[in-house]
């Protein structure tokens, strides 16, 4: 059973609009929650997070927005540009325990 | 920023070589490493948590006698996948916490490992 579910495996946006990536969970006992960015041969490189007692968390270009209720997560990029083009992991963990990651979202922002 | 060094990037090897992974924390101290696999088009899974100075624990389904981990130091764990065969192919990712605890973690660029 997946715990953490990226229901689109790939999401293709124009340069300088809004990227939208979207995460659900099941486990209502995860309290943080990442977002990770993975070029081609390369590992995951953490981009932002945001703790179960937050609704919002922004940094520059990148939101992340909880719905505890709902156990969803999204990932805002505005505006998106080419070099964002990348695959997105949202991952989730109990405090202190391994992140169960997603199947991850390709993005393909176009020029 | 944090980095993790993993080597090698890529191997190809006969089938019933071993085949042993390095992941180091190049500029912070980690008491607890995990290593993941991934196959094509799936997410990372966890395969164990390797914590410095014990033993390794190994999500179910893994084979510890098959997939050796070592984490001898607060900045080095080991992966050894012994006597690898076709279907131990696959993309291996180390990650590190540093030490306290608290996220996020620190991956390394991962490992392409092919058997023959």
């Known amino acids: 059973d997946q715990q953490v579910k990226q229901n689109s495996p790939s999401l293709s946006v124009q340069e300088g609009r809004i990227s939208i990536l979207n995460c659900d969970y099941t486990n209502s006992m995860f309290d943080y929650f990442l977002w990770y960015k993975k070029y081609p041969a390369e590992g995951p490189t953490f981009l932002i997070s945001?703790?179960?007692?937050?609704d919002k968390n922004e940094d520059g270009r990148f939101t992340v927005f909880l719905n505890k209720s709902a156990k969803h997560l999204s990932l805002h990029i505005v505006p998106s540009q080419p070099g964002d083009s990348a695959v997105y992991f949202c991952a989730a963990s109990e405090l202190n325990t391994p992140l169960v990651f997603g199947k991850g979202t390709r993005l393909s922002v176009i020029a | 920023g944090a980095v993790v060094s993993q080597h090698p990037s890529r191997v190809i090897c006969k089938s019933g070589t071993s085949v042993k992974i390095e992941c180091r924390s190049l500029?912070?101290?980690?008491?607890?490493m995990f290593w993941y696999r991934q196959f094509p088009k799936q997410s990372l899974m966890l395969m164990a948590t390797?914590?410095?100075?014990?033993?390794?624990?190994?999500e179910q389904g893994v084979e510890k006698d098959k997939f050796l981990i070592n984490h001898a130091s607060l900045t080095l764990s080991t992966l050894t996948v012994t006597s690898a065969h076709p279907e131990d192919s696959s993309f291996y990712i180390c990650?590190?916490?540093?030490?306290?605890?608290?996220?996020?973690?620190?991956f390394g660029d991962g490992t392409r490992l092919s058997i023959l």
């Open positions: 945001i703790s179960s007692i937050k």
């Open positions: 990650s590190a916490l540093p030490r306290g605890g608290g996220q996020p973690q620190h």
């Open positions: 390797s914590n410095e100075g014990s033993k390794a624990t190994y």
């Open positions: 500029d912070f101290q980690a008491t607890t």
